[in-house]
């Protein structure tokens, strides 16, 4: 049967990429999640950090909702306003800053969340390879924590060097780390470990549907 996992309901508002790993050694398994990373990595720099992605470049990333698959859907066309200069209206400061961006930018930024939805989804498979081996709570937990800030290694290769320090410095003054808060300090905040899990592998709905997207998750079966 498949199992969905957990809700992504919600999710942190000021790094698309996630909170910070547990400060424990690094795990140097030669995981796909791993290999995805580098190789986007790799893309990232060749492309001079400017545009992560061509046009169309994330489309391995993407299902359509009538397959059923995991990952990004597009659901809504973006927005061809030009950049707001007004007040903005949303708690959720990245769709703000989404919707000061010219249409240029806005694509950008699609390409990027969608590159980052296809990282969730290989988190996705890691997390249920581990709990298929026997993992502990705590074990898959650290790790999707870990994993979550290895992507940020995409998702801020393609921002500007004053978009990465002020998220670095929202990220000090919030949690006392440039990348966020620690595994400890998210079993601290929600109580459990399969907490820790869920907040460190769930997507903010706001930002997704200001791009015109949807993230569906991945049943354990799809690994």
């Not at 397959?67 to 200069?85: D, H, K, M, R």
């Amino acid at each position: 049967m498949l199992t969905l996992r957990h809700s992504r309901d919600s999710g942190h508002s000021g790094d698309v990429a996630g909170p910070e790993g547990s400060g424990h050694p690094r795990d140097s398994r030669p995981t796909r999640f791993g290999r995805t990373v580098r190789a986007l990595a790799v893309s990232a720099v060749l492309a001079g950090q400017a545009v992560l992605f061509a046009p169309g470049a994330a489309q391995a990333a993407v299902c359509s909702p009538e397959t059923g698959s995991c990952g990004s859907v597009v659901i809504a066309p973006l927005s061809q306003e030009p950049p707001s200069t007004g007040p903005c209206d949303s708690p959720e400061p990245v769709v703000c800053r989404i919707r000061a961006q010219t249409p240029e930018q806005r694509e950008q930024s699609r390409e990027i969340r969608m590159m980052y939805h296809g990282l969730l989804v290989e988190m996705d498979r890691e997390e249920c390879a581990m709990r298929a081996a026997g993992a502990s709570e705590e074990e898959i937990a650290r790790r999707m924590v870990q994993l979550r800030n290895d992507a940020k290694e995409i998702t801020r290769a393609g921002m500007s060097p004053e978009e990465v320090r002020a998220l670095e410095e929202r990220n000090i003054a919030k949690y006392g780390n440039p990348l966020g808060p620690t595994a400890d300090q998210l079993y601290a905040k929600y109580g459990s470990w399969e907490a820790v899990t869920a907040a460190a592998t769930r997507t903010s709905v706001p930002v997704d549907r200001e791009l015109g997207l949807e993230f569906r998750e991945c049943p354990c079966a799809v690994a």
